[in-house]
Structures are given as C-alpha cells and as structure tokens.
T-cell receptor, first 114, second 116 residues
Framework: KNQVEQSPQSLIILEGKNCTLQCNYTVSPFSNLRWYKQDTGRGPVSLTIMTFSENTKSNGRYTATLDADTKQSSLHITASQLSDSASYICVVSPFSGGYNKLIFGAGTRLAVHP | DTGVSQNPRHKITKRGQNVTFRCDPISEHNRLYWYRQTLGQGPEFLTYFQNEAQLEKSRLLSDRFSAERPKGSFSTLEIQRTEQGDSAMYLC??????????????FGSGTRLTVV
C-alpha cells in the first residue's frame, strides 16, 4: 500500500478558477511534508515545505495546509493560470535519523484550460 | 545556470547495451540523490551520496546498476545489460545537509531512458 495517496488523480479546471488537491499519508512519525510541481519532462520543483508542527504555508498563489492528527494535507491554487498545468506531487519525509528519505505520492495531474 | 544539470536528456538504447548518465549537482551541495520515475508515478529512491560516500542503496538498485561520485562533485549512474523494464526517467537531486536543519532538494530535469 502506498504510504502517500493523492487525489484526485487528474483534474481539469478553467483558467482563473481555484482548485484544491488532497494528500493523505500513513508515514509515521514524520518529519516534514513537501509539495512539488512537475512540468512534463522536467524535474520536480519545490513549492512548499512544512514541518509536522506547521499548519499552513503559502508560496504566491499556492497555499498548503497540514493536519498532522488526521495525516492529511492539501494544496490550494488560487486564480489558476495556464502555466499551472503540471503534476503536483506530495512528498513526506519520515524521521530516519540520518537521510531524510522522501516518499513520493503518484501526483495529481492538473490541466488548466482557457 | 547554477541548478542541477543532467546529461544526456534523452537516451535510446538497445536491450543488452550499457548506458551511463551524468549528474552535476549544485556546487555547494554535499548530498546527491538518484531517483527513478515511471509514467504516472512519483519518483522512487535509488541511492544517495554524502560527498563521495555512497550511504544508502535501494533494493531497486539491482546488480546491473552502479553509481559513483568519485570526487564528491558530479555523479554517474551506469546501467549494464539494459532491459526494457529499465525504461524510465532517471532524476538526480542535490541538497545541502546540515544536522538539525531542514534540507531543500533541487532536482535536475532528468534523463529519459528508452530501451528498445
């Protein structure tokens, strides 16, 4: 079973609309949770990083929330733009002492249409 | 460009051939990671280095795979006797690890391998 589950698998929205992507995880205990944006054929780019004690983190039009009790996170995109079309990946790092292993979700593929 | 650089961007090879990929990390980063990503999935960890030392290898890294970071700077990932199942995007990332601090990871654009 995947330790990081994302929903929906894919999403289509119109330019200018808002959307929210979900991430549920079972990794425990965990150190931090990250959201990445990955354009087709490119490497992931970091959007937000939250430690287990943080509830929300914003980066421009991107706002991530974290509920460590329910092991859920969300990424809210405001006033979407065509350039937001990409895969959005939720990544959780467990406490591991040394290497902060990154456990990736499968991503949500977002398409923003004009 | 001070990001993570990967070469080549694309590689098509025949089954059974050997291939080698190169990753040049951000110069001040002491950790370097290799990941493999297949279509519709998130990246999967393969191995990582701190400076020149390879500290962890995933079970995904079979005997046909070998990675090096000889001088603690660039790294190479070699796949011997390639199989069709090796077709994937191979991503490299680097980070500056400091004890007690949260590290940001910078990814390269990847090398897409197609084994025919």
């Amino acid at each position: 079973k995947n330790q990081v589950e994302q929903s929906p698998q894919s999403l289509i929205i119109l330019e200018g609309k808002n959307c929210t992507l979900q991430c549920n995880y079972t990794v425990s205990p965990f150190s931090n949770l990250r959201w990445y944006k990955q354009d087709t054929g490119r490497g992931p780019v970091s959007l937000t990083i939250m430690t287990f004690s943080e509830n929300t983190k914003s980066n421009g039009r991107y706002t991530a929330t974290l509920d460590a009790d329910t092991k859920q996170s969300s990424l809210h995109i405001t006033a979407s733009q065509l350039s937001d079309s990409a895969s959005y990946i939720c990544v959780v790092s467990p406490f591991s002492g040394g290497y902060n292993k990154l456990i990736f979700g499968a991503g949500t593929r977002l398409a923003v249409h004009p | 460009d001070t990001g993570v650089s990967q070469n080549p961007r694309h590689k098509i090879t025949k089954r059974g051939q050997n291939v080698t990929f190169r990753c040049d990390p951000i110069s001040e980063h002491n950790r370097l990671y290799w990941y493999r990503q297949t279509l519709g999935q998130g990246p999967e960890f393969l191995t990582y280095f701190q400076n020149e030392a390879q500290l962890e290898k995933s079970r995904l890294l079979s005997d046909r795979f070998s990675a090096e970071r000889p001088k603690g700077s660039f790294s190479t990932l070699e796949i011997q006797r390639t199989e069709q199942g090796d077709s994937a995007m191979y991503l490299c990332a680097s980070s500056l690890f400091r004890v007690g601090q949260l590290s940001g990871y910078t990814f390269g654009s990847g090398t897409r391998l197609t084994v025919v």
